[in-house]
């Protein structure tokens, strides 16, 4: 089994900065693609980054030039730099980490979210 975490949420002014980390623990072989959603109220939640194993990344149309996704391979870590964020980036943010786990195997685990509000 694994456990995901997101860290780094909070309430930031239009224009300004947020990093979002997410880290995976427990029994796990290796893994595979990471990424970033979000769901703002009344929405659907919507990919905003991935990252695969070996570094190759995707944006939301929407985010591209102001996001970047990055990992820690060592620490089992996927980052969100999110810069010039506006009122419309508001959304509880999730992380998503495709896990190669001992025993249950390949499976995609989901982080409970973590709040971004951006007040203009």
């Known amino acids: 089994q694994a456990q995901v975490a997101e860290s780094g949420g909070g309430l930031v002014q239009a224009g300004g900065s947020l990093r979002l980390s997410c880290a995976a623990s427990g029994s796990i072989f290796s893994i595979n693609a990471m990424g970033w959603y979000r769901q703002a109220p009344g929405k659907q939640r919507e990919l905003v980054a991935g990252i695969t194993s070996d570094g190759r990344t995707n944006y939301a149309d929407s985010v591209k030039g102001r996001f970047t996704i990055s990992r820690d391979n060592a620490k089992n870590t996927v980052y969100l730099q999110m810069n010039s964020l506006k009122s419309e980036d508001t959304a509880v943010y999730y992380c998503?980490?495709?896990?190669?786990?001992?025993?249950?195997?390949?499976?995609?685990?989901w982080g409970k979210g973590t709040l971004v509000t951006v007040s203009s």
């Open positions: 998503n980490v495709d896990v190669d786990a001992v025993v249950v195997g390949r499976k995609v685990y």
